[in-house]
């Protein structure tokens, strides 16, 4: 196999990961994925999977994940979709009032890495409708468990240099 940059030909790599009780671990931001269980596809420049299994906080979680190229940049994308219990995120997030949300939701959420992070920020987008979760706030911020309310988190982030958040509700 000619890995050396001074071969003639370029490599061409095709692969299948069989991942089963895999993990990860997000330090900066204290977050652990675990029970990992699927396959994903590799070359030498893409990524997929289509049905990757695991557990996040608490709750399962499907991931997907796709790679893209932008001219010489390539984007990697890693879509989530499953359940958050209140009382594990405001655990995970140290937050104080926790009382004051309870319940389970649906969510979606989408993380974007590019190769080149000085370039374009890391970006996640979190979306769910909050069905289920009972907020003890006053009007109009609270809202009972069966009345949806759309909701979005943007978080735009470039390691040792800014973080810019936006959430909708």
Request: glycine share 6%; aromatic share 8%; hydrophobic share 35%.
């Amino acid at each position: 196999v000619p890995l050396s940059s001074k071969a003639n030909q370029s490599v061409k790599v095709k692969g299948l990961l069989a991942i089963n009780q895999g993990s990860f671990f997000v330090n900066e931001w204290d977050l652990q994925a675990s029970n990992l269980k699927g396959n994903v596809a590799f070359t030498e420049n893409s990524v997929s999977s289509q049905s990757l299994m695991g557990t996040m906080l608490g709750k399962p979680v499907e991931y997907s994940i796709s790679s893209h190229e932008h001219g010489n940049e390539m984007e990697v994308k890693i879509q989530a979709k499953g359940t958050a219990d209140a009382a594990e995120i405001t655990n995970w997030l140290k937050l104080a009032q926790h009382d004051r949300v309870s319940g389970n939701t649906d969510y979606q959420a989408e993380l974007s890495v590019y190769s080149d992070l000085n370039k374009h920020p890391l970006r996640l987008d979190i979306a769910s409708s909050l069905t289920g979760l009972d907020i003890k706030l006053p009007a109009p911020l609270g809202k009972a468990p069966e009345v949806s309310r759309a909701s979005t988190l943007s978080l735009d982030w470039v390691p040792d240099k800014f973080a810019q958040c936006n959430f909708r509700y």
